[in-house]
């Protein structure tokens, strides 16, 4: 029976590496998106201020705030994922050091 756990916990070691260099992706992905976003968002919002002040056209204002909105989910998105590769890699480790899943929630 012994053989059997530690056959186990030799196998969640690779899933831990893949799921660990996933990981590492997709945070310099969202790091990447969260530069993006503020660059983007500081563009929109200035065309926001430009087109309620200059041409006082709301229906574009309202196109350019849901633009901004949308940047916003898309990084919420990736945060959250992001999120999730990491509680799942930990309790992986967790598993393989056999602290069980209760030490880890």
Known sequence: ???LKVAGKVL??????II???GAGVKLLVHMVAIAKKILGLGIMALFIETVICYQDWLQAAFLACM???LVFILLA???IDTMIDLIRE????LIFGRGRNHVL
């Open 91 to 94: 309790t992986i480790c967790a």
């Open 78 to 80: 990736g945060e959250f």
């Open 68 to 70: 901004g909105g949308v």
């Open 20 to 22: 660990s260099i996933i």
């Open 12 to 17: 969640l070691i690779p899933l831990w590496f």
């Open 1 to 3: 029976m012994g053989i």
